[in-house]
């Protein structure tokens, strides 16, 4: 390459000096100095008539700048870390429910009759948003929901004595790794702005996000003193978690 630099030079030298001559014979003025073009090289070696850290005007033209920068729409941004941020909110509520309801500081009776509450608010909720609303509709809904809490109802004691012959420090240190695993896992796109005609298909990491939500509740919940305070609870916590 260095040589090859050096003959490029020479060849470049001895063409300026026919210049020259060629010049001179015909009277032109005075000599003018000649210099080669200044290439962009990388390993080209220094180039006759330029100091070794020259650069001229085009040696920047070919830079790209921001070439794989993503225009966001601000209103999108908005929405998604809106989403993100309420249900993190949702989590917290969740948690420091749990909290008070092992400090026995709220009874399994208000916690039921706010589970209750919750699903006569979802139900006017749904009367309002579903258009056109049928009796058929709302009788699967009632169908569906009755089915849940009575098998969630029957599987209350065996919940309420399952982890009896775990302590209860695994109990703590396995729900908050479950909460972090359903955080993680959670997809938060339930609540943001879809296209038209999206698909709405569960993800395998939103089932798992789910599974690992209910078996924190479970832990939680058998440390709780009655299986009445396991029943509100799991209720609780898989109205706004699931």
């Given at each position: 390459?260095?040589?090859?630099?050096?003959?490029?030079?020479?060849?470049?030298?001895?063409?300026?000096?026919?210049?020259?001559?060629?010049?001179?014979?015909?009277?032109?003025?005075?000599?003018?100095?000649?210099?080669?073009?200044?290439?962009?090289?990388?390993?080209?070696?220094?180039?006759?008539?330029?100091?070794?850290?020259?650069?001229?005007?085009?040696?920047?033209?070919?830079?790209?700048?921001?070439?794989?920068?993503?225009?966001?729409?601000?209103?999108r941004v908005m929405v998604d870390s809106v989403s993100i941020s309420q249900y993190l909110c949702i989590v917290?509520?969740?948690?420091?429910?749990?909290?008070?309801?092992?400090?026995?500081?709220?009874?399994?009776?208000?916690?039921?009759?706010?589970?209750?509450?919750?699903?006569?608010?979802?139900?006017?909720?749904?009367?309002?948003?579903?258009?056109?609303?049928?009796?058929?509709?709302?009788?699967?809904?009632?169908?569906?929901?009755?089915?849940?809490?009575?098998?969630?109802?029957?599987?209350?004691?065996?919940?309420?004595?399952?982890?009896?012959?775990?302590?209860?420090?695994?109990?703590?240190?396995?729900?908050?790794?479950?909460?972090?695993?359903?955080?993680?896992?959670?997809?938060?796109?339930?609540?943001?702005?879809?296209?038209?005609?999206?698909?709405?298909?569960?993800?395998?990491?939103?089932?798992?996000?789910?599974?690992?939500?209910i078996v924190a509740s479970v832990l939680v919940a058998s440390r709780l003193p009655s299986w009445l305070h396991v029943f509100a609870i799991m209720?609780?916590?898989?109205?706004?978690?699931?």
């Open positions: 390459m260095v040589r090859r630099s050096s003959s490029f030079g020479i060849t470049n030298q001895i063409l300026c000096g026919q210049d020259i001559v060629a010049r001179s014979m015909k009277g032109v003025g005075n000599p003018i100095s000649c210099r080669t073009k200044w290439r962009k090289v990388a390993y080209g070696g220094m180039q006759p008539g330029y100091d070794d850290n020259y650069t001229d005007d085009s040696f920047l033209e070919e830079m790209v700048m921001n070439a794989n920068v993503v225009k966001r729409d601000f209103l917290a509520l969740v948690v420091s429910t749990w909290t008070h309801t092992l400090n026995l500081a709220i009874d399994e009776i208000t916690l039921l009759k706010f589970d209750i509450g919750l699903v006569l608010v979802g139900f006017l909720v749904l009367l309002l948003t579903t258009s056109p609303f049928s009796l058929k509709l709302l009788s699967k809904y009632v169908l569906n929901i009755s089915f849940f809490t009575s098998g969630l109802y029957v599987l209350a004691p065996i919940c309420h004595t399952l982890t009896r012959s775990i302590s209860s420090d695994s109990i703590w240190a396995l729900a908050v790794f479950l909460l972090l695993v359903h955080l993680f896992l959670h997809d938060y796109s339930g609540s943001t702005i879809r296209p038209p005609g999206a698909l709405n298909n569960p993800k395998l990491t939103s089932n798992i996000s789910l599974n690992a939500s209720l609780f916590s898989l109205q706004h978690q699931g």
